[in-house]
């Protein structure tokens, strides 16, 4: 499993981050700037501006959600945790599942279930992964972390990590070709003698309409899943709620993000690469961090230049034997020996 996981979002640094209502009033500020001139000889078609506020307020919202939303908080992290729960994006309902990335929740090794926040952020090697960040604290200014519950009642702090799927980025295209669509139907009206311009202008915004309405509901079934990696895991399991076992060991590899749409916790967004280690019996395998170690190795090889280089070769892309479609490597072949001229 040499190729990533889909990703969609970025994140920004901490001191670069504002909440989401600040980011829409300075597009609206910046929105009104240039356009209030327009709307003071535009009459009443400037009734067509307030398509044009709405188009922009969803571009706005959909670049704060994938470029603003998560804060980085260092790179690309590793953790193997027991799958907790999990939140399918075909679970949500409208107009919360334009966020389609499917969700895990993980119990980081070595916790055990029931663990509070405070305990877990304790904990090594993970421990770090979900406990509140210096830049985050300045500049953000909430956190509480995240926890997850059980089929059986049992509610632990966990460590979130999400894959990504592309509802959001669809939604993105969607209300962008609407925007250009208003402000035509704007032009269209003011520029366009009556009754053409409103004709004109009535078709364009319903186009508008239309766009931001099929980009929303398309968004909405563009789901990420742990099987979108071809030799990835296609499904994913929790405890039995009776016994408490059998729930899936996960070794998850991603972007270490703060998540600032909700109550505040940090979370692996996007995984990258994820695979199984194991199943929950009970208690941790005693090889968990080595088992960590040699898949971080084997990724970081996966991904190496050299390596990436090297599979690209003819030689191993062949789809008939190199002996057969001449692919191998190159060979000297001796010529065959005279025959004795005397012989017949």
Not at 47 to 66: D, I, K
Not at 167 to 188: N, Y
Not at 189 to 215: D, S
Request: with cysteine; charged share 15%; glycine share 10%.
């Amino acid at each position: 499993m040499a190729d990533n996981y889909k990703q969609y979002t970025s994140c920004c640094q901490a001191k670069d981050w504002v909440s989401l209502s600040a980011y829409l009033g300075f597009a609206a500020a910046g929105l009104a700037v240039v356009w209030i001139p327009i709307i003071a000889l535009a009459g009443w078609c400037a009734l067509f501006y307030l398509l044009v506020a709405a188009a922009a307020a969803g571009v706005a919202a959909c670049r704060w959600w994938l470029e603003v939303r998560l804060v980085c908080l260092g790179g690309d992290r590793s953790a193997i945790g027991m799958l907790v729960s999990s939140e399918p994006p075909a679970d949500k309902s409208w107009p919360g599942s334009v966020d389609s990335d499917f969700s895990m929740n993980l119990l980081p090794y070595p916790a055990l279930p029931g663990i509070k926040q405070a305990d877990l952020e304790l904990t090594s090697p993970y421990g770090f992964l979900v406990a509140e960040q210096a830049g985050t604290k300045q500049h953000v200014g909430f956190f509480t972390g995240e926890k997850a519950t059980e089929k059986n009642g049992v509610e632990s702090a966990i460590l979130h990590a999400e894959f990504e799927g592309a509802g959001v980025r669809d939604v993105l295209i969607a209300v962008t070709v609407a925007l250009g669509l208003a402000i035509a139907a704007l032009i269209a009206c003011v520029a366009i003698p009556p009754p053409w311009g409103l004709i004109v202008a009535g078709i364009l915004a319903l186009l508008a309409f239309l766009a931001a309405l099929f980009g929303t509901l398309f968004g909405s079934g563009d789901h990420g899943a742990p099987g979108d990696v071809k030799g990835a895991p296609t499904e994913v399991h929790d405890n039995d709620p009776v016994t408490g076992l059998g729930a899936d060991l996960l070794y998850v590899y991603g972007t270490w993000v703060f998540d600032s749409l909700h109550t505040g916790w940090n979370e692996i967004h996007p995984i990258k690469k994820c695979t199984f280690v194991g199943k929950w019996e009970g208690a941790w395998p005693a090889d968990i961090v080595d088992v960590q170690h040699r898949l971080d190795a084997g990724f970081a090889d996966a991904r190496d230049p050299a390596t990436v280089s090297r599979q690209a070769e003819d030689r191993f892309t062949w789809a008939i034997h190199p002996l057969v479609d001449g692919c191998g490597e190159a060979v000297d072949v001796p010529a065959p020996a005279q025959a004795d001229a005397g012989l017949h």
